[in-house]
């Protein structure tokens, strides 16, 4: 109905995937906590949205586009609440706190620097050091929104064997060596607390929805 009415010019155009992420964006925010709704809000506007927006501009801004940027904020709500539940806050936490957090595994130290980079930016925090992540994909140079475009099919494309999607998924996600999803056994797959973990190093993996279902 919209398409039509701009069409007719009853309406103004709008890039319907940035209009589908500020209200998704509204939404969160409004079931947050007063003090961490104040951190997300700008961390979304000045921090994800304005990028998204350039990249619409350009026509760069995809489905991979989309799903990225509400990664990146679903991860500070993450942070926030972890800070929380440790009884700490974003101005007290030190790198003792950030390094406990960043051994969660590749892909939470990605998320995690995104954001206390922002923080930093902002004074919000002290001057934390957060490693960026090395790449150690059997795809290297690959493109962000190509590979949330691969991560989408794995996750979802039943022609696929199981054990592709589920190897290519601790690829693309968790940056792990193929020797090392290769060598795993059952007994590296457990369940506790209702989350499936998955022993690939030191510190298990806690896998997010539908990769855990895959992998059991």
Known sequence: ???????????????????????????????????????????????VLRTARRRAETGRFTEGSS?????RI???????????????TMSTLTQADADARLSGGPSTRELLRDFLTWCRSKRLVGQLHVPPRQARSV??????????????????????????????????LFGQHLSRVVALRPHDVSVE????????????????????????
């Open 1 to 47: 109905i919209r398409a039509a009415l701009v069409a007719i010019g009853e309406l103004e155009w709008r890039d319907q995937s940035i209009a589908s992420l500020e209200r998704w964006v509204d939404y969160l925010v409004a079931g947050l906590r007063f003090e961490d709704a104040a951190l997300v809000r700008p961390f979304a506007t000045w921090g």
């Open 67 to 71: 799903k990225r940027a509400r990664g």
């Open 74 to 88: 679903r991860a500070a709500v993450e942070i926030l609440d972890w800070v929380s539940g440790e009884r700490l």
């Open 139 to 172: 795809t290297p140079g690959l493109e962000m929104d190509q590979r949330w475009t691969l991560v989408e099919r794995l996750l979802h494309d039943e022609a696929l064997g199981l054990d592709l999607r589920v190897a290519g998924l601790l690829v693309l």
């Open 193 to 216: 607390d209702g989350e499936v973990l998955v022993s690939l190093g030191r510190e298990p993996l806690r896998l997010p929805p539908l990769v855990d279902d895959l992998t059991l």
